[in-house]
């Protein structure tokens, strides 16, 4: 191991600061950070063909920023002079993407008025209401949605709108909604959103077993997966930290 450092040196050092750096962005599991730490170059060297290049796939979302950002100038060229529901439509759908969500909620606004008669760009507002923290106005765009469509976007839509319900102090039909939406499907938000609306309740022990089984989901997932699960099983344990046993 020494000899391999001492190889390696000052090389050795920057792959173990590269993969430290990559641990803390994406926080695998924590045994990671224990190779990288102890084993030094070659645990660096590990953790990087186990984890690093199979993210590549993921890092490619990052290279579509730019070509993105075009269209986006492009649109909003384009909307002065011809106003059309597609127009609006698609640079909302892209301002979304960049995370500007008022200006994607104002693009579906205008997308709606231009006589859009898909159930996309209302069901986009509402999302963007929804993560603006504005439930009370993302409910008349999901109702609309999971009223005519309770599949819509793989039960998502049904899913967010018990979580509107929940967030605008209709308990009842929150409840009634979630389990309907998680006897179909197990979208680890839905999870998670109805574990937050339990523990709100004082509902400790439901609310639990709704996040554990967010972390259950985890052995069974293809490597792929589990890494863009991340985030949700991130958020899992810290609900588990925060409740009482």
Known sequence: MGFLSHLLYPWGLLLQGFAIVHFIRRRPDMYWFFIILFLGPLGALV??????????GLLRQSFKVFPRRKRISELETMVRDNPSSGNYEELGDLYMDDGKLPLARAAFDKAIAARADTLDPFYRRGVCALLLGDAADALSDLERVAGKDPDYDFHRAA???AHAYAQTGQREKAEAL??????KSTSS????????????EGRNGEAREWAQKVLDKKPAMPAYLRR??????????????????
């Open 47 to 56: 953790y990087i063909f186990v984890e690093v290049i199979p993210d590549l």
């Open 159 to 161: 899913g967010l709108l």
């Open 178 to 183: 979630f389990r309907q939406v998680t006897a």
């Open 189 to 200: 938000e839905t999870y998670l959103n109805f574990a937050a609306m339990l523990a709100s």
């Open 228 to 245: 863009r699960e991340r985030p949700w099983f991130r958020n899992a344990r810290e609900m588990l930290k925060r409740l009482p046993a």
